[in-house]
């Protein structure tokens, strides 16, 4: 009686030896299933940043309009090209009527991508313009790559 239940359990410990772990085949299959699916979001997570970036760039470029409104509203003209979107964040030399900041952030007015806004004033037709040149920094292009501007 000894001797089965030792055999008993010699089979028991050889079936439970059996079922621990993975073999190599299942998991190889298990990182080609995770291989596929990463294949397939990967690129619409991507195409999403990209288009949220390019709103981020939208958004802000208003922000700078709307600053600049008020800006105008209290000095009477908009900042020179010279004087550039800094004009916002910081008192002019004869800044009597300025009543800023318009913009709490000083220094570079960075797009989403890390490129600084490009500011002319007067420019063509306009009285101001704000530019990104997207994701490139090249006059031109398409998708994110395409130049945001003010309206």
Not at 83 to 95: I, K
Not at 103 to 116: I, P, R, V
Request: avoid cysteine.
């Amino acid at each position: 009686m000894i001797k089965h239940n030792l055999h008993h359990d010699d089979e028991t410990n050889s079936r439970h030896r059996a079922t621990e772990g993975f073999t190599l085949v299942e998991l190889l299959v298990v990182l080609a299933i995770i291989g596929l699916i990463a294949a397939l979001v990967a690129p619409q997570v991507l195409k999403y940043l990209g288009s949220a970036k390019v709103d981020t760039t939208k958004a802000q470029i208003k922000n700078i309009e709307n600053a600049l409104e008020l800006y105008y509203i209290d000095v009477g003209q908009y900042p020179s090209t010279d004087e550039g979107l800094e004009a916002l964040a910081r008192a002019p030399a004869n800044g009597n009527a300025w009543n800023g900041p318009y913009l709490k952030k000083s220094g570079t007015f960075l797009d989403a991508w890390g490129t600084a806004y490009e500011y002319e004033s007067p420019a063509d037709e306009k009285p101001y313009q704000v530019i990104s040149l997207g994701r490139d920094r090249k006059v031109g292009g398409d998708g994110q790559d395409t130049d945001l501007h003010s309206e």
